[in-house]
């Protein structure tokens, strides 16, 4: 597990936010939205350096993601931020129809998304925002495990034309990916080899599963692990390839089992290698106030619960 | 010019009329009533040249009347007229709603549910004033679609930010599915609201004269890059130019029956060839 060390616990909004400015720097067609959230988002810098190509939109989401349709029509790159909540359920229809529907070259960012909003509770956490967003027609759904590939999925998205829902959170955590590893949309990165269990995971949980998978090993439980970090498309080749080895698979996610990854994933394995699967994720549940390690620990979202999925679904083949 | 367009509003009434009447659904009273802005606005007003880099941009809010933007756009060569018979039919790119999803030319943005053009037009006006592009942005939204909360959103933001290089037209019919918009949900003094969100208003009284919607929108050009986003408050009459669908919400979204369409087409000659 050498290859997995923390270098330092930070937040993935911030690294959305230097992949941000480096855009700003290297891209005279990225512009980016904010619907009153800048320090949250991260956006201060590009706003500071790019006054002409920041727009403050004030706290009015859904014309926020309609001058992004506008702006991508004028030809424009617009990367809309702010709360994942407020991304995507509040705009549903405005994403829909002038973004989705019209196939606008426009990156939704969406910071604080899941339970580790915290303090702020259920009003602001999201849960769902991954289903909504996959349910559209031609939105590619990425959901990235750290800074550094916070970072570097948030340049990568400004080379591919289509519209993009990217999804990173609030808290600080493990930072462990390589700073210099290019991201590739669509594509799964399998962390650790492994024949007895497969574990899928994305976003936060990524880290969790690498944990879980050490003490697994300390059992005798040999794991692989697959970082998703593209939900939608999905990288059906990596988990098909892993499972047909492993023959199960445990999937974990900051977000609803209903709509999730997990029911992408169980999706695919019904129709081409049906085999036991087990779900790490909320159960169809709103979150609530609390601080985030403890409200990961309270809803499951965490390397014990992955460790006991992987367990059971190991007796389960 | 005025000769040529005055030829050219029956014949967009006949096709309204008979894209609605062949597939027995679509909204005839508003595309009736807009007949004589839109083809003003195509003929005359948007300036738009294959070769340049600035173009007027045109958005339908309102995406419902889709038979006038649809005919408009016909007979202004974006597409051939008789593509107008697959309106609503499957494997159309007609559909009952206007969309480039299926890449019909003219059309930029999907619309249909209501209050989000204005929100793109501005957006478009932004890319505008950053690629120093002179051209405007014209945008036609209905007047019950302005219950919808967006638009303040929109209207708010787009005099904070001086967007003034957006024509926003509002077709101010007093008429929506349920009735009056008085009934439904009063909209109250439309002027006094824009003018209070900080926006420069032209009224247009009658905006089925050809000659008054021209000198309204040439005026409002006029008006343009002066840091204030514009608003043309243009009444019409829903239905208009045929005498059993004017001034009533009843034809808002329903289609002529055989003998209907008969009597309505008889009011409008056919004068450039129907489809």
């Known amino acids: ?317 | 010019m005025d000769g040529d367009l005055n030829n050219l509003v029956p014949q967009v009434r006949r096709d309204i009329l008979r894209m609605v009447h062949t597939v027995n659904s679509g909204h005839p009273g508003g595309s009736l009533g807009c007949v004589e802005f839109f083809v003003t606005l195509y003929k005359r007003v948007l300036k738009v040249d294959d070769n340049s880099d600035s173009n007027d941009m045109f958005i339908l809010s309102n995406g419902h009347i889709s038979p006038v933007y649809y005919s408009t756009l016909a007979r202004s060569g974006y597409f051939k007229v008789e593509e107008l018979d697959s309106f609503r039919k499957i494997d159309s790119r007609l559909q009952g709603h206007p969309t480039n999803h299926d890449n019909l030319p003219g059309i930029n943005i999907s619309s249909g549910s209501l209050g989000q053009g204005v929100s793109v037009g501005l957006g478009i006006a932004l890319s505008k004033k950053l690629n120093n592009d002179d051209s405007l942005v014209y945008v036609l939204t209905g007047d019950g679609e302005l219950q919808e909360g967006q638009n303040w959103e929109a209207f708010m933001f787009a005099a904070a930010k001086k967007v003034d290089n957006i024509i926003v037209t509002v077709d101010y019919n007093g008429q929506q599915i349920d009735g009056s918009t008085k009934d439904v949900l009063d909209i109250g003094d439309l002027k006094s609201k824009f003018e209070s969100f900080g926006w420069k208003v032209l009224e247009l009284e009658n905006g089925n004269s050809l000659n008054e919607v021209y000198s309204k929108l040439s005026l409002a050009k006029e008006n343009s890059k002066k840091g204030k986003p514009i608003v043309i408050l243009m009444k019409t009459v829903m239905g208009n130019g045929v005498d059993f669908m004017m001034h009533t919400h009843e034809w808002h979204g329903k289609a002529p029956n055989d003998e209907q369409l008969n009597i309505a087409l008889n009011q409008n000659p056919e004068t450039l060839g129907d489809y």
Not at chain 1, 69 to 90: D, H, Q, W
Not at chain 1, 308 to 314: F, K, P, T
Request: proline share 3%.
């Open chain 1, 1 to 317: 597990m050498e290859k997995f060390i923390n270098q330092g616990d930070k937040d993935t909004r911030s690294g959305f936010g230097e992949g941000l400015t480096e855009l700003g720097r290297s891209n005279d067609n990225v512009v980016a939205l904010c619907a009153d959230l800048t320090g949250s988002l991260k956006m201060n810098v590009f706003a500071e350096e790019n006054p002409e190509r920041f727009f403050q939109t004030g706290i009015a989401e859904a014309n926020m993601i309609g001058l992004a349709a506008g702006l991508a029509t004028g030809g424009k790159i617009p990367f809309t931020g702010t709360f994942a909540n407020f991304s995507t359920g509040r705009v549903y229809d405005q994403i829909r129809q002038s973004v989705a529907y019209s196939n606008k070259n426009v990156k939704i960012c969406a910071s604080h998304a899941g339970i580790t909003l915290g303090e702020d509770g259920a009003t602001h956490q999201i849960l769902e925002d991954i289903g909504l967003m996959k349910m559209l027609p031609g939105m590619t759904v990425i959901n990235t495990c750290d800074f550094n590939q916070t970072k570097s999925a948030t340049i990568e998205i400004s080379n591919f034309d289509g519209p993009v829902y990217l999804r990173f959170g609030r808290p600080k955590v493990a930072n462990f990916t390589s700073s210099s590893e290019k991201f590739k949309i669509g594509k799964g990165l399998k962390l650790k080899d492994g024949n007895d269990v497969t574990i899928v995971a994305t976003g936060h949980l990524v880290w969790e599963a690498i944990k879980a998978s050490e003490k697994l090993a300390e059992n005798g439980i040999n794991a692989e692990i697959i970082n998703i970090h593209t939900i939608k498309p999905l990288d059906e080749d990596i988990i098909l390839q892993s499972v047909s080895k492993t023959g199960c698979l445990v999937s974990a996610e900051e977000h609803n089992i209903y709509g999730g990854l997990g029911e992408s994933i169980s999706r695919l394995l019904v129709t081409k290698l049906p085999s036991p699967q087990e779900f790490v994720g909320t159960k169809d549940t709103f979150g609530e106030s609390g601080p985030p390690s403890e409200l990961m620990n309270k809803y499951g979202l965490n390397s014990s619960s992955i460790y006991n999925s992987a367990v059971d679904v190991l007796k389960r083949k």
